[in-house]
């Protein structure tokens, strides 16, 4: 014989909780929020800044990928996202004409000789993360 309880209301969102504990992963790892995805016209550089103030370059290209740049030339400190990018995953620096590649921050034309820094970026449900400096 069964018993009827009654509705059970639940006062705890389960998704929202999953959601939570996704997003502290992300946290501990070092990932933060830094733009959305549709705020980033395709190969068009933009600057954001994380929470400490450090100044990164987003880059999202034709294929769906965001890149992440430091944002300041390592030639003279001119903002990188002030630049072009020239649709082959390379960002040009619009003083010098200095050239890297945006996916592992290789000078590709100088007068640069120091790579750019790249970081780590997570998509997820339309936000971009940008997480820690990729190993040179
Ligand atoms: S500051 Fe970028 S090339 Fe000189």
């Not at 006062?11 to 705020?39: I, K, S, Y």
């Not at 995953?89 to 034309?109: K, M, N, P, S, Y």
């Amino acid at each position: 014989m069964s018993k009827f309880v009654g509705i059970v209301k639940l006062t705890h969102d389960p998704f929202e909780a999953a959601q939570n504990v996704v997003t502290q992963t992300f946290t501990a790892h070092g990932f933060e929020q830094v733009a959305r995805l549709d705020d980033l016209p395709e190969n068009v550089p933009v600057a954001v800044a994380r929470s400490n103030g450090q100044q990164i370059c987003l880059i999202r290209t034709g294929n769906g990928e965001v890149a992440a740049v430091g944002n300041l030339c390592t030639h003279q400190e001119f903002e990188m996202a002030l630049g072009d990018t020239l649709g082959n995953g390379t960002i040009e620096c619009a003083w010098h004409g200095a050239r890297f590649d945006i996916r592992t921050g290789a000078v590709l034309q100088g007068p640069a000789t120091d790579p750019l820094p790249v970081y780590d970026v997570l998509l997820r449900d339309g936000a971009v993360l940008v997480g820690p400096r990729k190993a040179p």
